[in-house]
């Protein structure tokens, strides 16, 4: 198992989100439940079928990610890392379409381990999933949260070398921060 969740990864990390794809299902057809392991695989399945653009098969596998994940999840670390990815992919597409996309974005967003890893995350995680924050608080035209989270993107994007240092997070968090304005012209 653990050699194709490197094979899959690979396949991931190479933009080839079909092998990954083919990887993962056979795994997941295995009796694993409850385990980290199955929780990764699924994971792994969610950000290749979220690569392809299939959103309504990224939806149903987020559904079944979040169900086995729980509402205060055992294994946060693999529910962060799903949020990282995931939302670094979607959360563009919530800014700039197509429509499908920015509502799997937003679904995502309100699955209740995902509210929790966000809401308690540490280190890098904390300034990304701000940035994932700010695109949710937009999305609800929040004036309130937009406030609150603009400062706190805007501190990232100088200070926090894992959003600073990284050219798609960075770009992501421009992106974000040009949507707030739009939004609410105090920014």
Known sequence: ???????????????????????????????????????????????????????????????????????????????????????????PYAIIGPREAELLFRYTMSRPCFIAVAKDAQGEYRSKFDILSLIMAVKEQSHLEIGRLVSLVQDAMAMDESVRDNAGWQYFAQMALGFAQRIDKRF
Not at 20 to 41: F, H, I, K, W
């Open 1 to 91: 198992m653990r050699e194709a969740m490197s094979r899959a990864t690979r396949h991931l990390s190479n933009g080839e989100y079909v092998d990954a794809m083919s990887l993962c299902r056979p795994l997941l057809e295995r009796d694993n439940y409850g385990t980290n392991a199955q929780l990764e695989v699924r994971r792994l399945l969610v950000e290749a079928l979220v690569g392809q653009g299939d959103w309504v098969g990224s939806k149903h596998e987020i559904d079944k990610f979040a169900s086995e994940a729980g509402r205060d999840p055992v294994y946060r670390a693999t529910v962060e890392f799903a949020l990282h990815n995931i939302g670094l992919t979607l959360g």
